[in-house]
């Protein structure tokens, strides 16, 4: 009976550096891949352990870089659709707009725009078109540091205006010889706040100002200024 215990314990004394090296193999094949906490996690670290030549067991860490995608898109389109208030004897008119942009960063772009706005005046046969032509900055303040989160922005502009009379009264005009149009030199400025619903879809509301320098129809210079409000939306490309 001595004797096989004896047996036995050689056995198991043999074993143990056997069940040893793999135990530290099998530390060797298990890793742990984690990603840093932060916004862009741009950043993980492989950790790995291999044994030394003791047989102890030394952890080290790789950190590898990975390229992330741009958030946003940086060519977009839009449009626009609102009221317009010309002044004194235009009745409150109904436009839309289109534009197109390019972000050159998150907050600063650039962009052209068209925009059309239709109305009437006091008189049942005279009306007024209102069509202007425009290149803008445009100025992100973002209230977040989510990239979904709402900003407001401004937007100035400069390009060319043309405010012309429609209508029956407008057409007898034109027949007698008068000048029924005006165009010139355009600025604007607007301002709102926007949420971007997604990386490529916003909406955003909106308030313009605009002052068109025009010869009035006597051949005197004057300038005509209207204030809009929109309701907008940008899809990115």
Do not use: H, W
Not at 130 to 150: C, V
Request: glycine share 14%; proline share 2%; net charge negative.
């Amino acid at each position: 009976m001595k004797i096989k215990t004896a047996l036995l314990a050689g056995v198991l004394l043999a074993g143990l550096p056997i069940v040893a090296q793999a135990q530290s193999t099998e530390s060797y094949d298990n890793y742990q891949v984690s990603c840093e906490t932060g916004v862009d996690c741009n950043n993980f670290d492989v950790k790995y352990q291999q044994p030394e030549a003791d047989g102890e067991v030394s952890q080290r860490t790789r950190t590898r870089r990975v390229r992330r995608s741009s958030d946003f898109k940086k060519l977009y389109i839009g449009g626009t659709l609102g009221l317009a208030e010309l002044g004194d004897g235009a009745d409150i008119g109904f436009g839309a707009s289109l534009l197109g942009g390019y972000r050159i960063t998150k907050n600063i772009g650039a962009e052209l725009e068209i925009y059309d706005y239709l109305g009437g005046t006091d008189s049942d046969d005279l009306g007024y078109n209102y069509l202007g032509i425009l290149a803008n900055g445009s100025f992100r303040i973002p209230f977040g540091q989510d990239s979904q989160s709402i900003y407001a922005f401004v937007s100035p502009g400069i390009g060319f205006g043309r405010l012309g009379f429609t209508g029956d009264d407008a057409d007898d005009a034109d027949d007698a010889g008068f000048d029924t149009s005006a165009s010139g030199f355009l600025v604007q400025l607007k301002g709102g706040v926007g949420y971007p619903i997604s990386d490529s879809l916003n909406v955003f509301g909106q308030v313009r100002y605009n002052n068109l320098f025009i010869s009035d129809f006597n051949g005197d210079d004057d300038d005509e200024d209207a204030v809009t409000f929109d309701l907008g939306l940008t899809f990115g490309l």
